[in-house]
């Protein structure tokens, strides 16, 4: 149903009175119209404080227009006065202070418990912030910081992620989403239980893209479990095994940075099979990059001054490409004490194995 409201839009900005969609009532809840509606304290210190939009007024009067199936002590024609929601539960709430409610401050969200609002504008779904750090209620390790939720006509309350991206990386974001964001969004659907997500990229400063992909069981299933395997080494303070991801060299590289000069030691027996096993894969890889290289070449040569080649379904193209490089040998002839100035010393381990003497 279509409603008037005063909106939140933003931190000092004031209240806009806009047109919004209401949902039906679910079976928990009741529809009030109402006749008129105070100003709290409240209202103006989030009108001067909270960046989120939400629709504000929690001090109001009015009448009870309909109800859900499972509301029984409410019926339409009812008189009522609305107030700030409280869970009933706690010890602030049994001895009747609700406004010192254990949950009290989940009334900031603007949403339902569930992170979803029965409200939204032109009919589309709006995006809701979700001011705090989810936990899943299974796996008390996997934690989930969303960017938002927002409603689905098919899939329901689902994640919203909001991403930046360069223009040297629009390519990633041509028919799918870069791999890192594809497994965050699943392991957000872990935690919360919601069976869509969206994601929204601004590339490049101007170019606004965004897409919904669906709750994947199989790859939840191995994400819980490496997570769960992880987190059993941080329990038990012993790190995992290495392995050759990027990630395993980035530590290595960062637990041992310098060497020792001159030092030396004998390698467990272990290493003459892992030698073998260096030596096997850098034989391989120097065939494959030869092939790899070979086949640049001939396509290369079947471009020939064009910059653009299709065959089949693929694209190849060659093209030139300018670039303005410093020049750091001429720089340290002619200008060595500026040269001396701006220049860095870095250092790195280098890694080699060779045939002993």
Request: aromatic share 8%; with cysteine; charged share 25%.
């Amino acid at each position: 149903m279509k409603i008037k409201a005063a909106v939140h839009m933003g931190t000092h900005t004031g209240l806009v009175i806009r047109e919004l969609d209401l949902e039906e009532p679910r079976s928990d809840e009741v529809l009030i119209k109402t006749v008129a509606c105070g100003v709290c304290h409240t209202d103006i210190w989030v009108q001067e404080n909270y960046s989120d939009v939400m629709v504000l007024g929690h001090e109001a009067s009015g009448v009870v227009e309909r109800v859900g199936c499972d509301v029984e002590k409410l019926a339409p024609g009812d008189h009522v006065v609305t107030a700030y929601n409280w869970c009933g539960e706690c010890g602030a709430c049994r001895k009747g202070q609700t406004w010192e409610c254990d949950h009290f401050y989940d009334n900031f969200d603007g949403l339902r418990p569930d992170g979803t609002s029965p409200y939204s504008m032109s009919g589309k779904p709006e995006v809701f912030a979700v001011n705090k750090l989810l936990r899943s209620k299974e796996y008390s390790f996997m934690l989930a910081n969303l960017d938002g939720v927002c409603k689905h006509p098919t899939y329901g309350t689902c994640v919203f992620e909001s991403k930046t991206a360069s223009a040297y990386k629009s390519g990633e974001w041509e028919d799918s989403i870069p791999i890192e964001y594809r497994l965050q969004l699943q392991h957000y659907m872990a935690v919360t239980g919601y069976i869509g997500a969206y994601i929204a990229v601004l590339i490049g400063g101007n170019t606004f893209k965004y897409q919904f992909i669906e709750r994947d069981e199989e790859l939840i299933s191995m994400l819980i479990q490496r997570e769960k395997d992880f987190w059993e080494h941080v329990q038990s303070d012993i790190p995992p095994s290495l392995d050759g991801s990027e990630a395993s060299a980035k530590y290595l590289n960062k637990r041992f940075p310098s060497s020792v000069s001159r030092s030396k030691i004998k390698l467990p027996e272990t290493a003459v099979a892992l030698i073998q096993q260096y030596d096997a894969a850098s034989e391989q890889l120097e065939r494959v990059t030869e092939q790899k290289q070979e086949a640049e070449n001939l396509l290369k040569q079947m471009l020939g001054e064009n910059e653009v080649g299709t065959a089949g379904d693929r694209i190849v193209t060659w093209k030139s490409v300018s670039q303005e490089r410093l020049d750091s040998k001429t720089l340290k002839a002619e200008h060595p004490t500026l040269y001396k100035k701006y220049s860095n010393e870095t250092s790195h381990r280098r890694f080699s194995i060779k045939q002993a003497a």
